[in-house]
């Protein structure tokens, strides 16, 4: 794991529109010593879905004029919710972007996709209910297959899928992957202190005896993290202060979310100010 000093995001205006990015930004930049990324703070957690949407859609807009294709993996939790609050708004509902998106899970539990605990019936519902990326471009799990084989089902899957860029080591190259952060620093299916976090030879990974309910799961793997060309993390609310203060003061500390890195990508906190509260910035 890196030690170095990232840099705080306090202001960022940015506008896109359906056939380019314009960006003016005027920021106040703090250096502070933290493990690795950029920490963007906003005063609450509207505020938080602005510079999100703003941060998506540019991202969004680079992968397709460079590959033609945006890949993109988001998790559940409050996630969805904190996505889908701007990006479903005008302008950016209206952006020609959602054609070339290709959605799929960071990891999902092992249950109907119609089921409450399932994350594509969560991000269906705050989100993609509301935007236009074609079905045939959103990658659910198959339910119907054991936790074993729905991981190397998913992992063929991507594999599989022509715009798509794979690593030496064959891990997949996400754009974008969307991350939450759980009160124990879990994120998607990769806990404290869990096997899982040691996996090197799979991109998808099943899991039996998740510490969350429902315990059946499948997540991407560490690797696979840290082959994306970005990883943003959204995390709303004092109670995420106490495990965002340890991932960023505890250098080396295990936590799940501390250990995605990624190796040639950009990492981006997003977080509001309840959760900054004890952040030394």
Not at 26 to 40: H, Q, R
Not at 154 to 166: R, V
Not at 167 to 192: N, Q, R
Request: net charge negative; charged share 20%.
């Amino acid at each position: 794991m890196k030690v170095g000093y990232s840099t705080c995001l306090f202001a960022s205006t940015f506008t896109p529109n359906s056939s380019s990015l314009t960006r003016s930004t005027s920021l106040t930049k703090f250096t502070c010593k933290m493990v690795v990324g950029t920490i963007n703070v906003s005063p609450n957690s509207t505020e938080l879905s602005v510079r999100v949407a703003k941060y998506v859609t540019e991202r969004a807009h680079k992968a397709i004029a460079e590959r033609g294709v945006f890949n993109v993996a988001v998790s559940g939790g409050s996630l969805p919710k904190l996505l889908a609050n701007e990006l479903t708004k005008s302008p950016y509902k209206e952006d020609s972007m959602w054609k070339s998106w290709n959605l799929y899970f960071a990891d999902e539990r092992c249950v109907s996709l119609s089921d409450s605990d399932s994350n594509y019936k969560l991000v269906l519902e705050e989100f993609l209910n509301f935007v236009s990326i074609p079905s045939s471009q959103i990658y659910p799990i198959d339910p119907s297959l054991s936790p074993q084989e729905c991981a190397l089902n998913y992992s063929d899957l991507i594999a599989k899928q022509s715009g798509m860029e794979f690593t030496s080591e064959k891990y997949p190259i996400f754009d974008l992957i969307l991350l939450g952060m759980g009160p124990d620093g879990h994120t998607a299916s990769l806990f404290p202190n869990h096997p899982l976090l040691n996996v090197t030879d799979q991109s998808v990974a099943f899991i039996l005896d998740s510490p969350k309910p429902p315990p059946e799961r499948i997540t991407l793997t560490l690797p696979v993290l840290n082959a994306s060309r970005s990883v943003a993390f959204l995390a709303a609310g004092g109670g995420k202060k106490e495990m965002l203060q340890r991932i960023h003061s505890e250098p080396n500390s295990g936590i799940p979310s501390q250990m995605v890195n990624p190796k040639s990508g950009d990492l981006v906190w997003f977080i509001d100010e309840p959760a900054a509260e004890l952040l030394n910035l």
